[in-house]
């Protein structure tokens, strides 16, 4: 029956349609974007020094912030990021699932020394792990450590390497 109402209804109509689905298709990626922001936590900041770069990082801090961490976002800030801070050194592993947006991680001894650094693509189990037992990982935009030389044995400061700011 539909067949028959496009042929008769003629290319304006097949327009119509084809328009009323595109913009339901728009709607529902505008929802899914919005239901993904509301699901992403939102964790208190602490100031984090790179050099001359000043870094604005969420603190991640339980089992259940840790597991949470940077899923849903669709978006982060320049110089924004998420400081995962464990209770003891350890083989830290990280993936992306439920994770939107590509980041760059960070392994970081307790002194603020950068052990190793790694690229992840979003939404993949992909193992990225730390080359010796840290307490703390920070996570950036994809790029944000390269892109200011920051590599192994570079030094952050901030509060949790007991460092001021």
Avoid at 11 to 25: D, E, T
Avoid at 74 to 97: A, H, L, V, Y
Avoid at 115 to 142: G, I, W, Y
Wanted: charge should be positive; include cysteine; aromatic fraction near 8%.
């Amino acid at each position: 029956m539909s067949r028959i109402v496009f042929q008769v209804a003629g290319i304006p109509a097949l327009k119509a349609v084809f328009g009323a689905i595109g913009l339901c298709i728009a709607a529902t990626s505008l929802n899914a974007s919005a239901w993904a922001q509301e699901r992403a936590q939102r964790l208190p900041t602490v100031l984090l020094g790179a050099g001359m770069h000043n870094i604005k990082a969420e603190v991640a801090q339980t089992p259940e912030e840790h597991e949470i961490g940077l899923m849903y976002r669709t978006s982060m800030g320049g110089n924004e990021g998420m400081i995962f801070i464990f209770d003891r050194p350890g083989k830290q592993c990280f993936w992306m699932k439920n994770t939107l947006i590509p980041l760059s991680v960070a392994f970081v001894a307790d002194d603020g020394t950068v052990v190793n650094v790694d690229e992840m693509k979003p939404q993949t189990l992909d193992p990225h792990c730390s080359a010796k037992p840290v307490r703390f990982v920070l996570e950036m935009n994809t790029g944000w450590f390269a892109k200011r030389a920051i590599k192994e044995g570079f030094k952050l400061t901030g509060a949790p390497f007991g460092t001021p700011r």
